[in-house]
């Protein structure tokens, strides 16, 4: 094998073709439904100001806390390679006053993020996510409608053993109450919680729902959940969204001890696991951020939306290579006819058939052996005289065919 000392940085990964093709499917099919629902693409840069997700994701989250890609550029500035997609959008939002079109700005977006994480199945440093953010609305009808989308997609896409998990966080004022309880229910089995949950029992109580550590476990299947402290308007926001999806036939589980790894989540989260995945088990996931606009600096503005790696979709739909077919192989029996098949090709890929032409200066019985191997259902061979055959490749049949009426017969 041809190596090379030079390999793909730890946690990157190339995407080779038979990949490539599984993630366009994902990401046309995605395109497609969200555009059915009134989504607009959106695009932000790879990087932005380290302040943004500092601020947007929250200093306590282990995303800022060591998982970003930090830099100074050539002018001293702090530059992140963006772990998330929220807050450059809800940045975007505010930079280009969307505030002022009709609301919500619903929207949508697919590209590479980045974490510097232990790489693993399923986890990577450079990685995708493709995601929608609803802006501009607190209603039920938005989580449930965001929901309902990332479960048509994955539905759409065949993902097998997919469950919804789905819980609230009450608003930020409710949240102060429950979240005092919290720290005090963890102090007082400080002794069982693990290292990392025991250092932010200040900074970032929740979190330790999320632990996999077997002491802290025990210790948070005694303690009080938020789903239990609601107070009245975010419990009424959590049944209209419960009897949404109800309503629309969506399946879920509610599930008290929900939390996410990041800090603007308010009411309404949700996470989709598959069972096809072993630790990493979430496809996608997210939620509402009502306070995050508000945060960056913009007036206040509810939002709901959610991101789903792209990578853990391919892994639970075991990336079975999808082969493609071509229309057609043009042929020479004879180098003198190779201007014209070159022509011949351009015409037929002009009438919307995929056709490939040699590019290797192969023998006849060479182009028809690559034909077969391309898959293409026929070849067109260019004889030597100027005339042309139709060969069938699964048959192996031949016959002539009027040049003007290659492209009619390749199309039946
Ligand atoms: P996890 O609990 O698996 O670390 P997370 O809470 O960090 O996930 P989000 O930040 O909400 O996840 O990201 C949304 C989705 O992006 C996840 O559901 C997952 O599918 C995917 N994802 C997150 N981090 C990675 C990674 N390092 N490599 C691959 N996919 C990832
Ligand atoms: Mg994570």
Redesign the pocket.
Known sequence: MAASKYQAPRGTFDILPDAARIRARIERTAAEIFVRAGYEPVSTPAFEDTELFERGVGRST??VRKEMFTFEDKGGRSITLR??GTAPICRAYLEHGMHKLAQPVKLFYAGP?F?H?RPQA????Q???L?LEAIGTDSPLADAEAIMLLAELLAELGVPGVQLRLGSLGSPDARRDYLEELKAHLRAHEAELSKDVRERIELNPLRAF?SSDEGTRGVMENAPTIVERLNEEDAAHFAEVCSLLDASGIDYEIDPTLV???DYYTRTIF??VCSELGA?S?????GRYDGLIEQLGGPPTPAIG????V???MLALGEKAEATDRDAFVAVADDGQRQRALALTGELRHAGLAVEVDLAGRSLKGQLKHADRIRARRAVILEADGTMQLRDMQTGDQHPVEPGAVADELSK
């Open positions: 282990d995303i772990p998330e993020f974490r994480e399923g986890r990577y440093r990685f995708h996510q995601g999320d996410r790894g990041l996470s989709f990493q979430e496809v996608g996931g997210g959610w991101a789903a790696g990578e853990r979709i």
